[in-house]
């Protein structure tokens, strides 16, 4: 601890601004999906009474791969991404719903964001980056979107989730901005 707070000390004597510097968690990563509660599955768009959360999945590393926040060395695949499963993985499944559920409302979200979380020593989870801009590419052959993995098992195609996101800004736009539905006529 000391020798972190003598390196902010000396960045800070060197160029006047201030830093923060974490240690590194050494635990298992994890990325998960929330967006607004309106979400179109099948032809059908439907209201939750909370943001949807989906995506839950373990980020695979090789043994000597340490993976700083936005520092991917290595191309993300399929590969290195695993879906979390419904039962031997319910705990952290339920534990990474609650965190993006609970960011989502406390911020006041209105779009998609991918959480990148890792897991402390003691299996405590931390948020490392919260991405307003997740990759929200179209699945192919060779690419690989975090957000899209989970897609599948939450009965959604790639469709699916751009129509949820239309729908759900549309419904927001309505209900928390006053005279959008008359210029969003005039547009159309």
Known sequence: MQELQAVAAEVYE???????????????????AVCGPVVAR???IDRLDHPFVFGELERAFDADEKIFTSMDLKPITDGRARPLDGGKD????????VLARDLYVTLGLETLVRLDVRADDAGDLHILEANPKPDLKAPAAGQTS????G????????????LSLLADKIDNL???RRGTADRLLALV
Do not use: K, P, W
């Not at 975090?146 to 993995?149: A, K, R, S």
């Not at 897609?151 to 751009?162: C, N, T």
């Open 151 to 162: 897609l599948a098992a939450m009965g959604m195609s790639y469709d699916d989730l751009v």
């Open 14 to 32: 060197i160029t006047g601004n201030h830093v923060l510097i974490e240690g590194y968690l050494g635990g298992r990563e994890y990325c998960v």
């Open 146 to 149: 975090l957000v899209g993995i």
């Open 174 to 176: 309505f209900a928390q």
């Open 90 to 97: 319910a705990d952290v499944r339920e534990r990474l719903a």
């Open 42 to 44: 099948g032809g059908r």
